[in-house]
């Protein structure tokens, strides 16, 4: 189907803008494409894993809704980007899965990726190879990735794409939640701060230095978010896929 065909008006927090979406289906990654506003090389793309608890019930226990939140927030002030949101529910496992995982962890006191390896799953089974040629055959060459996971940086540059990097300060909604993003840049080196509370980041000053940032000689560009600054709209850069 012409993406075109699929477009319309979306309104959030009173603002309106214009949203195509295109389907991604591969092994391992169904999902779309939300296309927002004019899709130009460098805008900003958001990867997001389906997260049914944090997202459409709000639970305390991780950060994957105030992330969503967060990457639109970004994409409605800069006027344009691409959210591509995958059924990875439970990091590619499932719902059951991921019950199995916090059942576990809530048993033995280990973190939910050792959970899931000593319930036989893999600690995340998700890949981006589809989702990073979908994104290329937006005719996009260049993004500016909203992540805090190096593994989807690595992702994308596989497939071709320059990826920058503008990692995602959330606030943690709680000590659980606040845990988890330990857990996550311990076991999986996300780009989260570790001498400063993370969940103080979004306070004035609270910004500071992600402890693992890639060495100087990465050409991956880490843009704190809390300093990010949108692109000033689209501009003239022609749409890559034609409104
Ligand atoms: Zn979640």
Redesign the pocket.
């Known amino acids: 189907m012409d993406p075109a065909d699929t477009e319309h008006r979306f309104r959030r927090n009173g603002q309106d803008l214009r949203v195509r979406v295109v389907e991604v289906n591969g092994d391992g990654e169904r999902g779309h494409l939300l296309l927002f506003g004019a899709v130009a090389d460098g805008c900003l793309v958001r990867v997001h894993s389906r ?1 049914l ?3 459409a019930l709000r ?1 305390q ?5 105030p992330e969503l939140d967060k990457a639109l927030d970004l994409i409605q002030a800069a006027g344009s980007g691409v959210l591509v949101y995958l059924e990875q529910e439970g990091r590619g496992a499932g719902l059951i899965a991921k019950a199995l995982g916090y059942r576990e962890s809530e048993r033995s006191g280990a973190d939910t990726f050792a959970s899931y390896e000593a319930l036989g799953y893999p600690a995340d089974a998700r890949t981006y190879v589809t989702t990073a040629r979908a994104l290329a055959d937006l005719g996009l060459r260049s993004v500016q990735l909203l992540t805090n996971n190096p593994a989807k940086v690595q992702a994308l540059r596989q497939e071709g794409l320059r990826v920058t990097a503008v990692p995602l300060r959330t606030r943690a909604l709680s000590e659980r939640a606040r845990d988890y993003l330990e857990t996550k840049r311990t076991r999986r080196k996300h780009w989260i701060p570790t001498d400063a509370a993370p969940w103080a980041l979004d306070e004035p000053g609270g910004m500071s230095p992600a402890a693992d940032e890639p060495p100087a000689a990465d050409p991956v560009v880490i843009t704190p978010g809390e300093n990010f600054r949108p692109r000033p709209g689209p501009g003239p850069a022609p749409d890559l896929i034609g409104a």
């Open positions: 997260c608890y944090g997202e639970s226990d991780c950060d994957c809704g």
